[in-house]
């Protein structure tokens, strides 16, 4: 790794009972290796996390009477960046952020059975290569990605290139030679789920297509009034003159989902809808993914973080860790790792912590990753934006649901609010915007159990961010008798973890490792041991050790 990246995680301080003594989060000045396979992403809904700037919460006359949660709630760019800037993501150990789309969203409403809806949630795409006002500008998003980096935090944003967005009074279907109107897909076979409208009124990309097409007319309209058709139609050239692609539809959406590489620097694309498109076309984004990237760093040497590849995680609906590196669509099986994805996220962690016990999801994940997977990765995730059976929608877990989702191996998925139990059953919210109300800082501000919560996600996000072996590491269970204690090592960087201890002593094992007369920190109560005759002992409140060299 050509530069290693510096995190200093300071000091903070939770009020966990009024007249109880206070528990601080350990500083921690950690000089480590960034691997994506081990990292802890932050997925956020762009409209419903922070609102930083008020002045362009309504655009486009988005004013009707929407169903519940279905309209623009006013988060915003420059309220992710504000909350990088507090240090709210590095107290929380993430080092990298998926947004939802941001590019410009239809400009009417549509009513798919559950009152109006808006492209809030950023899946309906009009213009490719302009951000909605709603979200903000191109200079916002600039601002964003060299925060992020300055704080050590890859941006991750989200791709689609399935589908426009629905048609509405202010928005045309687009022309017939670049998408169809029908079939509906049915989902019984590869081809009533590729060729085929995700669902009614959702017109589909002919991303199968290699003819020639022309720019849409509204396009061309909309660029012409805004001043800049001239050099969109100059860039378009380049591209194609530079790739040798046709000017078939997929090609067009890549160029443009590219420059946000090559102009901003992000980091990855986090894939939409992947099994409702060939497989070749990700094998071609990512060729054109990884030349943009290789543009950008060779432009900007002085912001390069790493010598990581541009990384790419696709969203196969329903694919599982089980099912390996293919998965079954219609009857036939279909590999979207090779030459395309490096992981892809994966639907099955949430029952695997239901229904097995916790050595068993540890060695599960560790086999496979370090067999099937050798050279790839899974993301996982236990609450979703479009999972409406998440592992606890009650919100009755949100210890097992840190303690779990930070400790298995594989990269993680925080899905904003899980870290402060934020709601997921909302009264009169239909379907999947139950799962999508604003981000709770209130509860944040004011409720205490919120807040020892969020410091128990705090210590665990650290720990992961510290050490890569958490989630990139070989697993090796060391005991399970009066809970569970186990190592990852990677590389020179080794842990161990116990949970589900007793509280008070804990005796724990650690010669696999350390050897005797070595200090140890725990990082989760912020204490300094020492290893006797092969293990250490820790006397804390807690029921979870997390044992580094120090």
Not at 14 to 31: G, L, P, Y
Not at 63 to 68: A, C, D, L, S, W
Not at 115 to 137: C, K
Not at 370 to 392: A, C, V
Request: net charge negative.
């Amino acid at each position: 790794m050509k530069n290693l990246v510096f995190f200093i995680f300071l000091a903070s301080i939770f009020s966990c009972k009024e007249n109880s003594s206070k528990e601080k989060v350990a500083t921690q000045t950690a000089q480590k290796e960034f691997v994506w396979k081990g990292a802890n992403i932050y997925f956020l809904l762009t409209d419903r996390f922070n609102n930083g700037d008020t002045s362009n919460d309504i655009n486009f006359e988005r004013t009707k009477e929407t169903g519940k949660l279905r309209g623009f709630k006013g988060g915003d760019i420059k309220g992710i960046t504000q909350k990088i800037k507090e240090g709210y993501f590095t107290k929380l150990g993430i080092n990298a952020i998926w947004m939802t789309p941001i590019v410009e969203q239809i400009h009417g409403g549509t009513d798919e059975g559950t009152g109006v809806s808006y492209g809030f949630h950023g899946y309906w795409t009009i213009d490719w290569t302009s951000i909605d006002p709603n979200f903000g500008t191109k200079e916002d998003l600039k601002e964003l990605v060299a925060i992020a980096h300055k704080n050590g935090i890859r941006i991750l944003l989200d791709a689609v290139i399935n589908h426009t967005g629905p048609v509405t009074e202010k928005d045309p279907v687009w022309p017939s030679d670049w998408v169809r109107t029908e079939p509906t897909c049915t989902y019984d076979s590869y081809e009533h789920t590729v060729s085929c409208t995700l669902v009614e009124n959702l017109p589909d990309i002919k991303t199968e297509s290699n003819n020639a097409v022309e720019l849409p007319i509204q396009l061309v309209e909309k660029w012409k009034a805004e001043g800049r058709y001239e050099l969109e139609v100059k860039e378009l050239e380049e591209f194609f003159t530079r790739t040798g692609h046709p000017r078939a539809p997929r090609f067009y959406i890549m160029k443009w989902l590219t420059d946000y590489i090559t102009e901003f620097g992000i980091d990855g694309y986090r894939v939409d809808t992947v099994k409702h498109t060939e497989e070749f076309v990700w094998q071609e984004f990512k060729q054109e993914c990884d030349a943009a990237f290789a543009i950008y760093k060779k432009n900007n040497p002085e912001k390069v973080l790493d010598e990581n590849n541009f990384y790419l995680v696709g969203e196969v609906y329903n694919y599982t860790i089980s099912d390996g590196k293919e998965f079954d669509l219609g009857g036939e099986k279909i590999n979207y790792y090779d030459n395309a994805f490096q992981s892809l996220i994966n639907f099955e962690l949430k029952w695997n912590v239901k229904q097995m016990a916790e050595t068993a999801v540890f060695q599960k994940y560790d086999s496979l990753l370090n067999t099937d997977f050798k050279g790839y990765g899974i993301l996982n995730y236990l609450t979703s934006h479009d999972d409406g059976q998440p592992f606890d929608k009650e919100r009755e877990q949100p210890y097992k649901t840190a303690t779990m989702l930070l400790l298995t191996p594989g990269t993680s998925q925080v899905y904003y609010g899980d870290e402060s139990a934020r709601n997921l059953i909302i009264e009169d919210a239909v379907g999947d915007a139950t799962l999508r109300s604003f981000m709770n800082w209130e509860d944040i501000q004011s409720k205490e159990e919120t807040q020892k919560i969020l410091e128990h996600w705090q210590k665990l996000g650290q720990f992961r961010a510290n050490h890569p072996a958490v989630g990139a590491g070989k697993h090796s269970l060391i005991s399970k008798e009066n809970g569970v204690v186990f190592s990852r090592v990677r590389k020179e960087d080794k842990i161990i973890v116990g949970i589900n201890l007793q509280k008070g002593n804990k005796e724990i094992e650690v010669l696999s490792l350390f050897k005797n007369g070595e200090k140890l920190n725990d990082f989760y109560s912020n204490q300094t041991v020492e290893v006797k005759d092969g293990k250490v002992v820790v006397n804390s409140e807690f029921d979870l050790v997390l044992l580094e060299k120090q």
